[in-house]
């Protein structure tokens, strides 16, 4: 078994971590943000845009895409490169970090079902491309070295 490469995971998680800041952002301006400003507000915390939370908003994103492409590299071994194997590593990432956080949210009865569900969703394709698109920058140590010979 070959060594994870921590240079490739870095760099596919700084793809990953564009991706998620384009897509997420577009689904934010675009389509969800107005709905959580307003349940937001509702509930007696309205949501305040500031540069601080854009910057903590991007250095996020960044962290989140290097492990999701690390979850990829940690299960390539065994599933195979491959698109498939990204899509795996995205679904897995998406249920430990979306979709059971929203199942405890929506527990609470706090948030509109409707709301959450779509943003669920919406998470579940944006980081399904973003860990395919970080994974495909992922290559394993010895495969390039042998790349670099032929």
Do not use: H
């Amino acid at each position: 078994m070959s060594k994870m490469n921590c240079k490739r995971v870095f760099l596919g998680g700084l793809v990953a971590g564009i991706v998620f800041i384009v897509l997420g952002f577009a689904s934010y301006f675009i389509y969800l943000g107005d709905a959580w400003k307003c349940v937001m507000e509702e509930l007696g915390y309205p949501l305040s845009e500031s540069v601080g939370m854009y910057i903590y908003s991007i250095v996020g994103c960044f962290f989140v895409g290097i492990l999701a492409v690390w979850l990829y590299a940690a299960i390539r071994p065994r599933y195979g490169a491959g698109p498939g194997t990204g899509v795996l590593a995205g679904f897995v990432f998406w249920v430990l970090s979306v979709l059971l956080p929203y199942i405890s949210l929506g527990a609470f009865g706090m948030f509109p079902a409707r709301l959450l569900i779509i943003d669920c969703l919406i998470a579940l394709v944006i980081i399904i491309v973003a860990t395919l698109l970080g994974a495909w920058v992922y290559r394993e140590e010895s495969e390039q070295v042998g790349s670099s010979q032929t």
